[in-house]
C-alpha cells in the first residue's frame, strides 16, 4: 500500500472485536468526562442515605429494608447512565461514523451494552459497600452472593436500557422517554432481584433464592438476544 | 477501480427516497466509475445530502436500488470498508484527541498499525501538531481536519464529502485539494457535494447540478468552460430560490 493509494485489502474486527472497540471507547470517554459517573453515583449515595432516614427504626429493621432500597437505587442510578450512552453519539453525530464502518448494527449494541454494564458495575461497586455501611449488612459469603445478583440483573437492565437508549435519543423529551419506556420492563428483573436479595441477606439457604435467580436468567437470555436483532430498526430514518 | 464482477463503484439506480410526503430524491441513476470525481451542485433542499446518504448506506431508498462495488452497503457490513465519509457534522467525540479519534476509525476499519495510520492521516492534513489534543479543544476548522483525517485513514475507494471545505481556512482548504487530487490519481472515486462551483469544480472530472431531487444537469468537466458554467448555475439556483436576497447578489 503505497502513501496515497487505496487501500484494497483491510480487515475489518469481528463483532465481538468491535463490540469492545466500541465499549473502551465509551469508557475512555466517561472517563474523562466523568460526568455520568459522578452524578449516578452522587445520586445512589444521597438516594441510600434518604432512604435510611425515612422509615421508623423501631418499626422495620434497616436490614430488612436495605433489598428494597438497594434495587430502587440500582434501578434509577442506572437510568442516569444509561441515558449518556447514546447522547454522546448525537452530539456531532458519532454514531454515522460508527453505522458508515464495516461494523455491523449488533456489534453496536453490544458494545454500548459492553460499556453501560461496566459503567453501572462502577457504580455498583460503590453502592454496595454504601448500603453495607448504612444498613449495618453482614459482611461475608451472602454480600458476594449480593453482588452476584446485581450483576445478573445488571445484564437484564442494560439490555433493555441500551436498546431504549437508543430509541429515546433522537427524541425531544429524551429524559422523560427513556425511564418511561425502560422501567416497566425493568419490573420483571427488580422484582425477582429483590426477591432474591432478600432470601440472601436474610441468612436462607441458596435454594430459596434459586427460583427467582432463574427467572433473571431467562429475562438476560431473552431480552439480550431480543434487544440485539431488535436495535437495527432502531437506527433507521 | 471495478469490483470483481466488473461494475462500477457507485452503481444507483431508480433512487427514490421520500420523508412524509417530500420526495428528497426523485428517480436519480448514477453510475461512477474507478477514478471519477464527481462535483454535485445544488440550492439547500436539493436532495444532495440525501443522495450522499443514500451512497453511504446511513439512509435506506424508498424505492430503487445502490450498490457500491457490486454491493448493497446496508446489508453487508465488510464491504463499508471501502468508503469514507466527510459529513456535515465532525463526527468526532470532543472528549477524545484528535489522535484517539483518528486510531479509534483506524482500528474499526481493521487498518494495520493504527497508530501510525492515524498520525499519517494527521499529517496530511497539516494537523498533526494537535494530535494530543481534545477535540473540543480544537477550533471549527481544525476539528474539519481531523474529521478529515479520520475519513481518509484506511483509504477508502470510496470517498464522499459534503460539503467538507466548511470552517476551513486557506491553508487547511488547499490540504484538503492537494489530499483529493491526491486520492483522485489514486484511482479513488469522489463524490463532493458543495453549493460552491469554484471548489467544486477544482477536483471534479464530472459536474452535477441537482434540484428537487433530480439531475438536471450533467457535464464532463474536462470540457467546461468554468465561468459560462457558474452563471448558468447561478440561473439556476437563482431561478429555483427566486428569494430577494439571492436576486440581488446574481445582478
Same mark, same amino acid.
Given at each position: ?5 487505496? *487501500? ?9 472485536? +468491535? /463490540? ?6 465509551? %469508557? ?53 447512565? %444509561?441515558? *449518556? ?86 427524541? *425531544?423529551? +429524551?429524559?422523560? %422517554? ?14 425477582? /432481584? ?9 441468612? *436462607?439457604? /441458596? ?22 436483532? /431488535? ?7 | ?47 444532495? =445530502? ?14 430503487? =436500488? ?72 480544537? !477550533?471549527?476548522?481544525?476539528?474539519? $481536519?481531523?474529521?478529515?483525517?479520520? !475519513? ?19 491553508? &487547511? ?10 486520492? @483522485? ?8 457535494? =458543495? ?9 471534479? !472530472? $464530472? ?5 428537487? &431531487?433530480?439531475?438536471? @444537469? ?34
Amino acid at each position: 500500500m503505497d502513501d496515497v493509494g487505496v *487501500r484494497v485489502t483491510a480487515r475489518p474486527p469481528g463483532t465481538i472485536a +468491535a /463490540a469492545w472497540l466500541i465499549a473502551r471507547k465509551d %469508557l475512555a470517554i466517561e472517563f474523562r468526562t466523568r460526568t455520568a459517573f459522578l452524578s449516578s453515583l452522587v445520586f445512589a449515595v444521597l438516594a441510600l442515605c434518604i432512604l435510611y432516614f425515612a422509615w421508623d427504626e423501631s418499626v422495620i429493621a434497616p436490614a430488612d429494608r436495605a433489598p428494597g432500597v438497594l434495587w430502587v437505587v440500582v434501578a434509577f442510578s442506572g437510568l442516569l447512565g %444509561l441515558q *449518556r450512552s447514546f447522547s454522546i453519539e448525537e452530539h456531532d453525530r458519532g454514531i454515522d461514523a460508527l453505522l458508515v464502518a464495516p461494523t455491523s448494527r449488533e456489534a453496536i449494541y453490544l458494545g454500548k451494552a459492553i460499556g453501560n454494564l461496566l459503567f453501572l458495575c462502577a457504580v455498583q461497586a460503590v453502592t454496595l459497600p454504601a448500603l453495607v455501611l448504612f444498613y449495618n449488612l453482614p459482611v461475608g459469603q451472602s454480600l458476594l452472593a449480593v453482588a452476584a445478583i446485581m450483576l445478573l440483573a445488571t445484564i437484564g437492565i442494560v439490555a433493555v436500557g441500551t436498546l431504549f437508549s437508543a430509541m429515546a435519543v433522537n427524541t *425531544r423529551m +429524551a429524559e422523560l %422517554l427513556l425511564p418511561m419506556l425502560s422501567l416497566p420492563f425493568f419490573v420483571p428483573v427488580l422484582l425477582n /432481584a429483590a426477591q432474591a436479595t432478600t432470601r440472601v441477606l436474610g441468612g *436462607r439457604p /441458596a435454594s430459596e433464592a434459586w427460583p427467582w435467580l432463574r427467572i433473571i436468567i431467562a429475562f438476560d437470555i431473552v431480552f439480550v438476544v431480543a434487544c440485539t436483532m /431488535a436495535f437495527p430498526y432502531t437506527l433507521e430514518e | 477501480m471495478l469490483s470483481p464482477s466488473g461494475s462500477p463503484v457507485v452503481e444507483a439506480s431508480g433512487v427514490c427516497r421520500t420523508f412524509g410526503r417530500r420526495r428528497a430524491v426523485d428517480g436519480v441513476d448514477l453510475s461512477l466509475a474507478a477514478g471519477e470525481s464527481l462535483a454535485l451542485f445544488g440550492p439547500n433542499g436539493a436532495g444532495k =445530502t440525501t443522495l450522499l446518504k443514500l451512497i453511504a448506506g446511513l439512509l435506506a431508498p424508498t424505492s430503487g =436500488t445502490v450498490r457500491v462495488l457490486g454491493r448493497a452497503l446496508r446489508s453487508e457490513a465488510a464491504s463499508r470498508a471501502s468508503i469514507g465519509l466527510i459529513s456535515h457534522q465532525s463526527m468526532l467525540y470532543r472528549a477524545l484527541t484528535a489522535l484517539e479519534n483518528v486510531e479509534f476509525a483506524a482500528k474499526l476499519y481493521g487498518v494495520d498499525a493504527p497508530r501510525d495510520a492515524a498520525m499519517g492521516a494527521l499529517e496530511r492534513m497539516r494537523v498533526a501538531d494537535r494530535a494530543r489534543t481534545p477535540v473540543r479543544a480544537l !477550533s471549527r476548522g481544525l476539528q474539519q $481536519r481531523v474529521a478529515i483525517a479520520r !475519513s481518509i485513514v484506511h483509504q477508502p475507494a470510496l470517498l464522499l464529502l459534503d460539503e467538507p471545505y466548511t470552517g476551513l481556512d486557506a491553508a &487547511g482548504a488547499a490540504a484538503l485539494t492537494d489530499m483529493l487530487r491526491e486520492l @483522485r490519481d489514486a484511482r479513488a472515486t469522489l463524490v463532493l457535494v =458543495t453549493h460552491n462551483v469554484d471548489e467544486g469544480l477544482a477536483v471534479a !472530472s $464530472r459536474a452535477i447540478i441537482m434540484l428537487d &431531487g433530480r439531475f438536471v @444537469r450533467e457535464d464532463d468537466c474536462a470540457a467546461l468552460d468554468a465561468a459560462a458554467y457558474r452563471a448558468a448555475y447561478r440561473a439556476m439556483v437563482v431561478g429555483e430560490v427566486a428569494s430577494p436576497w439571492t436576486m440581488s447578489v446574481s445582478a
